[in-house]
């Protein structure tokens, strides 16, 4: 599996705000405890651990 | 009460040695008679290599220390002569529970595989086995075994020569001097004769207090290991309680770095500590208290020319895990074979390269797994602790975190990857568990056990054929294939040779072999080149 970095959401406003919308209201620390737990469960969806490290390496600080 | 750990169980006694008059040499020479040194000395012994333990006490180890051993473990002690009492004493586990807070998250089941002798675990403190190990040991020598286990001796000074070691051992009655022509240090993660031959041991020190307590209680808590991340009465903190023979359980409570290690040992703070995790209803006593911090580090090479280094004195792990002991006895397997080859003339001083080769990659898989278990457990950042924390909230509800939550990936053996002994694997379709390298997994056979017929040797082991006659190895044919070989050691082959060093770890297999390349493989196994 290779990770996608195209455009791939079909409705990407809708999704932006659903991703807002589960942290409101919460505090740092809240939020920051359920990125985490999103992060988790979305790479388990993706399982395969190179396409997982793309994310990584494309998520990482450019340098 | 009179404590097992208590009793002196080999006192000094006077040796002719001491009065000889120039130091009388030994082949070999183990330094401590811990579960290490002692399992040398049976392995050595018992295929009649001369073998003197010095030992600088004289008594069991103090306390449960090491209290989980592995089926790998079980299986040397079985070949060593000392399994069945070991492992009828250990109490045997397969269910765990994780909790974080005041919540139970989820449990588990170890689900060991069917067809093995010996259970995937048992727990049992350190005592009992040294105990039964030194029971064998002198039923050993009352069978005319060489072993000599000599207490109260400490070993004062080493020195390495091309030819031989030199060594000063203190007595009771004074020095002497002995000399031994390979020498085992067995003598812990503090090893006195690394630090006299000046040798390194560099890793990562974990920053972390543990108080380990051994309680006794007439409770009906269940044969379970539980563990806790951040538990009220730990707050921050982890915690875990095991079970061990003789109404004993072993506590260890993480305490964190910033504290009064002495105060913390105090009788009645830790008896506070213990009735805040039990509750106020439950009646015990404490046996034995002790604070460690860890570290886990490695010697650069276990080989020093003559001297071998195998056990906590050659590499340190954290305990989760139980790696320490369990990869401490393993360094023996695969050494002693090694060393009574060499000193027989069998094989060339060289094949004493691939212990340490071998067991170097076997430590760097143990110092790997436990680092990464104590990570787990005592997340170093706040971003570590977040998702060690979010891994623990998720695996209440979703099954998919529960293999992320990491409280000690427990001992398994290493397959030799890597070992300079093994030949080219030329069975492609069988199971890689099986891979030249690799332990031999047990299996159901007749009505006992495939592994029971492996004895000190070469072992040539025909599965679904008969075993041609190799010189140098014992033939094992097993014509009638049952499920557990044909999934653990066949695969999609029909039939299958295996050249098996005598320490059950494979050499070479084959979907056929002719008798020269048999050869070859059993060359290359003992250090040869064919």
């Not at chain 2, 306390?63 to 051993?69: K, V």
């Not at chain 2, 060991?112 to 040294?130: K, T, V, W």
């Not at chain 2, 039990?278 to 034995?288: A, T």
């Not at chain 2, 090694?338 to 060339?348: D, F, I, M, Q």
Request: hydrophobic share 40%.
């Amino acid at each position: 599996m290779t990770l996608t970095l195209t455009p791939n959401i079909d409705a990407p406003d809708d999704l932006y705000a659903d991703l807002l919308a589960a942290h409101e209201g919460l505090t740092d620390d809240q939020s920051a405890a359920l990125n985490a737990r999103l992060i988790l469960i979305l790479a388990n969806h993706i399982g395969d651990r190179d396409t997982f490290r793309a994310a990584l390496k494309a998520a990482a600080p450019s340098a | 009460m009179t404590r097992i750990f208590d009793t002196p169980l080999y006192p000094y006694t006077r040796h002719p040695d001491q009065d000889a008059a120039k130091p009388v040499r030994h082949p070999v020479i183990i330094v401590g008679a811990g579960p290490v040194g002692l399992a040398a000395a049976l392995d050595l012994g018992q295929q009649g290599v001369p073998v003197l333990v010095l030992d600088e006490n004289d008594k069991l180890s103090h306390g449960s220390r090491a209290i989980c051993f592995a089926k790998r473990t079980l299986e040397i002690a079985d070949r060593l002569g000392c399994g069945a009492p070991v492992t009828d004493r250990g109490v045997r586990w397969n269910l765990g529970k994780v909790f974080f807070g005041d919540r139970k998250v989820y449990e588990f089941n170890l689900l060991p595989e069917d067809g093995h002798r010996r259970p995937a675990f048992i727990n049992l403190q350190q005592y009992h086995l040294e105990n039964d190990m030194v029971s064998r040991l002198r039923t050993l020598q009352a069978e005319g075994a060489p072993i000599d286990l000599r207490g109260g001796n400490r070993v004062s000074d080493v020195a390495a020569n091309p030819d031989h070691v030199a060594l000063t051992v203190d007595t009771p009655d004074g020095p002497y001097a002995l000399e031994a022509e390979y020498l085992i240090a067995c003598d812990g993660a503090g090893s006195p004769t690394r630090d006299r031959l000046g040798l390194g041991f560099t890793g990562r020190v974990f920053e972390d207090n543990f108080l380990i307590a051994d309680v006794t209680m007439q409770a009906d808590f269940p044969t379970e290991r539980w563990f806790w991340f951040d538990p009220p009465f730990n707050p921050g903190q982890s915690a875990l309680l095991h079970k061990q023979p003789d109404g004993v359980w072993r506590i260890d409570l993480q305490l964190g770095w910033d504290i009064d290690r002495e105060k913390e040992k105090e009788p009645e703070r830790v008896r506070a500590r213990v009735r805040q995790m039990l509750g106020p209803d439950v009646n015990f006593d404490l046996e034995w208290v002790s604070i460690y911090t860890f570290q886990c580090r490695r010697m650069e090479r276990f080989r020093h020319g003559r001297v071998l280094f195998a056990g906590d004195a050659a590499h340190q792990v954290s305990p989760f895990g139980a790696r320490g002991a369990n990869s401490g006895i393993q360094d023996t397997d695969n050494l002693c074979w090694k060393l009574r080859l060499v000193l027989a003339g069998e094989a060339p001083d060289s094949l004493l390269d691939s212990y340490d080769t071998e067991r170097v990659e076997a430590a760097d898989e143990n110092i790997l797994n436990s680092s990464r278990s104590t990570d787990f457990i005592t997340p170093k950042s706040t971003t570590s602790r977040l998702f060690r924390d979010a891994v623990l909230d998720l695996s209440e509800h979703h099954a998919f975190a529960r293999p992320l939550v990491n409280s000690g990936r427990l001992s398994v053996p290493c397959a030799h990857d890597g070992s300079p002994l093994s030949t080219p694997d030329a069975l492609p379709t069988g199971p890689t568990r099986t891979r030249p390298g690799a332990p031999c997994p047990d299996a159901p056979l007749g009505n006992g056990y495939l592994l029971d017929d492996f004895g000190n040797t070469f072992t040539l082991l025909a599965i679904g054929r008969d075993a041609p006659g190799i010189q140098g190895t014992t033939p094992l044919s097993i014509p009638d294939i049952t499920d557990a070989l044909r999934t653990r050691y066949l695969g999609k082959a029909d039939s299958a040779l295996y050249l098996i060093r005598p320490d059950q770890h494979i050499a070479a297999r084959w979907a056929d072999a002719s008798e020269t390349e048999i050869q070859s493989a059993l060359t290359r196994a003992k250090g040869g080149q064919p």
